[in-house]
């Protein structure tokens, strides 16, 4: 597959409440760096509670990487005790948006203050649709919380409150790929023509049961894209899906 575009999808990197693996933060960084990928996406929970000096090790942690463009948007422990105001300090909006003509992507907040349950909010289904409509090429969203349930994560929690109405705006709008991350399980499911691609946590031990630290390798091609999750711990990449763009 001849490679038009890269992108390197992590997510739930939990820096403060000592939940962070430096030696798995490391080896995040050295394998993208390796992969010079056109964009870094991290789909929130970059900290624990929000709190300003978990902020700073964020943006110290954030330094070793060598792509310059990124998107990012916030998760619900990012938003806790006011922290989505340092949030639009750092990154400058909570919905940013990555064009270049052959991709769009547009990242969403789907977080709430000091609120774990996601919410996209019909005000910003408008701004969805405009960022969307008449759009050639590739549509990726970006959001921290999952649209679907992902089995092997108990009781389900924390899905948009209106996540229906957000996957019918998805679908309509033909967005062929929305990244997400929250329950730090690695997990796809295929909607209509829509792939839902949940990441798991890229760098912290808040994992479940025996599962690993990962993150997403997505590689798009002129017909189609591939993704890959890339198991921190091990460096093992696995081959997870090859789909039509
Ligand atoms: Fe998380
Ligand atoms: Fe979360």
Do not use: A, M, Q, W
């Given at each position: 597959m001849k490679k038009v575009f890269q992108l390197v999808h992590i997510s739930d990197?939990?820096?403060?409440?000592?939940?962070?693996v430096p030696d798995w933060g490391g080896r995040v960084v050295e394998i993208t760096n390796a992969l010079t990928p056109d964009l870094l996406v991290i789909t929130g929970?970059?900290?624990?509670?929000?709190h300003v000096h978990e902020y700073d090790q964020v943006v110290e942690y954030l330094?070793?990487?060598?792509?310059a463009r990124r998107l990012i948007v916030p998760g619900n422990h990012d938003a806790r005790n006011e922290g989505y105001m340092i949030f639009e300090e750092l990154f400058?909006?909570?919905?940013p948006v990555f064009e270049d003509g052959k991709i769009t992507v547009l990242g969403l907040d789907s977080s709430q203050p000091d609120i774990d349950d996601g919410h996209i909010g019909r005000s910003n289904y408008p701004m969805i649709a405009h960022r969307f409509q008449d759009r050639s090429g590739l549509k990726i969203v970006c959001l921290h919380h999952h649209l679907v349930p992902i089995p092997g994560?108990?009781?389900?929690?924390?899905?948009?409150?209106d996540a229906g109405d957000v996957l019918k705006l998805l679908v309509e709008l033909d967005v062929r790929i929305a990244l997400s991350g929250h329950k730090h399980l690695p997990w796809v499911w295929h909607i209509e023509n829509t792939w839902l691609i949940t990441g798991g946590t890229a760098t912290s031990r808040r994992l479940k049961g025996r599962s690993y630290p990962s993150f997403n390798l997505l590689t798009i091609g002129e017909r189609e894209f591939e993704l890959v999750e890339v198991n921190v711990a091990t460096g093992k990449h696995i081959r997870k899906l090859v789909a039509p763009v």
């Open positions: 990197l939990h820096l403060g409440g000592g939940y962070f929970d970059l900290t624990t509670e929000g330094k070793n990487f060598s792509v400058g909006t909570r919905y994560t108990g009781r389900e929690r924390h899905i948009p409150t």
